[in-house]
């Protein structure tokens, strides 16, 4: 059974900094991409940020500008650097890993989330 195992999360005061980290089995992080998802109580699940497996990135507007997404291909860790943090950014955090649509390939992972309180 692969894992996806998350990192970082924890407490943080308006406008300050966490990295969340992602660790991946290597025959997933050598392959595919991953995405970061959060979810806020009483909300649903959505999408954060995505890389591919080529580095290539992609964001939600709302966190333009001051979250980015990064991967290590030597530690198989892709990491969610979360800059100018405001209180809507609470949320469970999970990275996740599915198969390309339209691929041979089906499976998809999710981390056990990490917690992330923006909160003075």
């Known amino acids: 059974q692969e894992q996806l195992v998350e990192s970082g999360g924890g407490l943080v005061q308006p406008g300050g900094s966490l990295r969340l980290s992602c660790l991946a089995p290597?025959?997933?992080?050598?392959?595919?991409?991953i995405d970061w998802y959060r979810q806020a109580p009483g909300k649903q699940r959505e999408l954060v940020a995505g890389i591919t497996a080529g580095g290539s990135t992609n964001y939600t507007d709302f966190v333009k500008g001051r979250f980015t997404i990064s991967r290590d291909n030597a530690k198989n860790t892709v990491y969610l650097q979360m800059d100018s943090l405001k209180p809507e950014d609470t949320a469970v955090y999970y990275c996740?890993?599915?198969?390309?649509?339209?691929?041979?390939?089906?499976?998809?992972?999710w981390g056990q989330g990490t917690q992330v309180t923006v909160s003075s």
């Open positions: 996740n890993a599915a198969a390309p649509p339209g691929t041979k390939y089906d499976f998809e992972y």
């Open positions: 290597q025959s997933i992080f050598s392959t595919f991409g």
